[in-house]
């Protein structure tokens, strides 16, 4: 059964229609942002003067965008746009400030929409906010779900063992070679098409070869996520500039202005699971019916339980409404967990940029993230690279550091530098609230309220899982110990700190490294091994992450 998922944009969201707006095609008037409806517009001005009017309004913006291609740089354009609009067409064209007034007065018959703005002008194109076919504003579900699909696979990686992470480790220098000096788009987005379907893909059986590239054997498309509702955009819109900040210079305003869903609207979403292929996915594979692991949903059994956090066989044992809620709690809690890691990459920035010219806007921003909520998303455009990748899930291991630098330079022609990984990306796109008062805000950060409570969600993951504990305990350990199962008791900074089973040593806490503190949970159960030994007083000193599933 679908639950309603409450979403909250925290700041600015903008999800493009593909389109951008040219100066004529709107009038900012009287606080609000007026998109035309070019049609209406020329029934207007027919009534007014005739079909003359209608022939010196083609011939203005043929010669008027012949003028923009002809313009020798961007400051040229800017002043190109600034004059191309309906108004000074009317009042310098038509020479009619009669006509210009009676505009104004109808501006709501001759729009498709208005959303407030606090700029009287742009000289810049307007990206074009997505919007039903009546013009209201709402969250496509798609773009939600993408976000959702990053998230899980960033809870993947993080729980990875390290025998799975020197398999993709190799993947990747194998694809950055195959790659050349090329990478497309998909790459760019997640690292690698491999990554994508190592992780969610099943495979096929096809001429005798196995496909690991059919979407229609994605794991993720059991999860089913509606458009939000929409609203009209006089209500929830807000079209607002954009600039580009980097750490102690001044903001250049390199970035379009947008259209967007203002901070603190609120829309709804249906999220759930169709899961009766995972209820019956046990049986079939044991009976092989209908070629069921060896022709197809090859890979089936493994790929589920590292992607939802349990085996089929418990899938199969579960009530269709109790399964639902198991698998929603997992895809929240890997929105959470990534939440928390890009919030910690956002406040990094803040941190490297309290000093020169944007010592105040970092200090205004880390309060800004310090009361943002855990469970929330990064969408739409502007939401910067960490967060359509599984970047943050990476970047802190030190096998990785290599391809990751080389994957960034060819990515975006970077020059090599030993910080690379803790500082890219460097500059930040911020939404500018406000003509001249300058208060900005980082793009599209949005809270999912679930219908339940974090707290709930981890009582009774913890009820549920509940066994005896005697079998997770060991007597003793040496200087190569392995498997050894502990519990996260601080996960503030790293290393993280843990208690460990092992008997006689209980009541003690180590360090323990090989994971980011920001992808553990207090509480959580990992499996470690010992990374440091005193030998004098023969004990260990520091652990190291096996996997962070048990």
Same mark, same amino acid.
């Given at each position: ?230 609203? /009209?955009?006089? $209500?929830? #819109?807000?079209? &607002? *500039?954009?600039? +580009?900040? =980097? !750490? ?37 594979? /044991?009976?092989? $019916?209908? #070629?069921?692991? &060896? *022709?197809?949903? +090859?890979? =089936? !059994? ?249």
């Amino acid at each position: 059964m679908p639950v309603t998922l409450k979403l909250i944009t925290r700041s600015p969201l903008h999800i493009g229609s593909g389109h951008e707006l040219e100066s004529f095609e709107y009038i900012i008037h009287d606080g609000f942002f007026w998109r035309l409806d070019i049609n209406r517009v020329m029934a207007f001005l027919l009534d007014e003067i005739g079909e003359e009017a209608l022939e010196r309004f083609s011939s203005w913006i043929e010669r008027e965008t012949e003028r923009l291609a002809d313009a020798r740089n961007n400051r040229e354009q800017a002043e190109i746009r600034r004059s191309l609009t309906l108004r000074t067409f009317v009042r310098g064209e038509l020479g009619r400030p009669d006509l210009d007034a009676r505009l104004l007065q109808q501006l709501q018959s001759l729009s498709r929409y208005a959303m407030r703005t606090s700029f009287s002008e742009f000289r810049q194109l307007v990206r074009e906010q997505l919007k039903d076919p009546d013009g209201r504003l709402y969250i496509p579900g798609s773009s939600l779900k993408g976000a959702l699909r990053t998230c899980l696979l960033y809870q993947v990686l993080v729980e990875a063992d390290e025998k799975t992470h020197r398999r993709w480790l190799a993947e990747l220098r194998d694809s950055l070679e195959r790659a050349g000096r090329s990478l497309n788009r998909r790459e760019r987005v997640f690292f690698s098409r491999w990554l994508e379907e190592d992780v969610f893909y099943c495979g096929v059986r096809k001429k005798g070869k196995v496909s690991w590239r059919d979407a229609q054997f994605d794991l993720l498309k059991f999860l089913r996520i509606s458009d939000s509702n929409s609203v /009209a955009a006089d $209500e929830i #819109g807000v079209v &607002t *500039d954009v600039e +580009i900040f =980097l !750490p102690g210079a001044e903001p250049q305003p390199q970035a379009p202005p947008v259209e967007a869903l203002e901070a603190g609207a609120e829309l709804q979403a249906q999220v759930g699971f169709d899961v009766s292929f995972f209820r019956e996915a046990h049986r079939l594979l /044991a009976r092989g $019916e209908q #070629g069921m692991g &060896t *022709d197809i949903w +090859i890979g =089936l !059994p493994e790929k589920f339980q590292r992607l939802y956090g349990l085996t089929l066989e418990e899938a199969a044992a579960m009530e269709a409404e109790e399964l639902e809620r198991r698998l929603l709690e997992r895809v929240r809690k890997a929105a959470r967990n990534f939440g928390r890691a890009l919030k910690a990459f956002e406040k990094e920035w803040c941190r490297r940029a309290e000093r020169g010219s944007t010592l105040q806007q970092a200090r205004r921003l880390q309060r800004f993230y310090d009361e943002l909520p855990d469970d929330c998303l990064r969408l739409g455009w502007g939401s910067g690279f960490a967060a359509v990748t599984v970047y943050l899930a990476l970047r802190e291991k030190p096998a990785w550091k290599e391809p990751l630098q080389n994957l960034l330079h060819r990515l975006f022609s970077l020059k090599e530098r030993e910080d690379l990984l803790q500082t890219f990306p460097t500059s930040r796109r911020m939404a500018i609230d406000g003509e001249g008062t300058m208060v900005e805000e980082p793009m599209g950060w949005v809270e999912l309220e679930w219908p339940w409570s974090a707290t709930e969600a981890a009582a009774t993951t913890e009820e549920e899982t509940a066994e005896d504990e005697s079998d997770l305990w060991v007597d003793q350990i040496g200087p190569n110990s392995q498997d050894i199962i502990a519990e996260v008791v601080d996960n503030s900074r790293a290393p993280f700190t843990i208690r460990i089973f092992v008997r006689g040593l209980e009541n003690e806490r180590f360090p323990c490294g090989g994971a980011s503190h920001r992808a553990i949970e207090v509480g959580q159960r990992i499996r470690v091994k010992v990374s440091q030994w005193n030998k004098k007083a023969g004990r260990p000193t520091m652990f190291s992450v096996q996997s962070i599933r048990v």
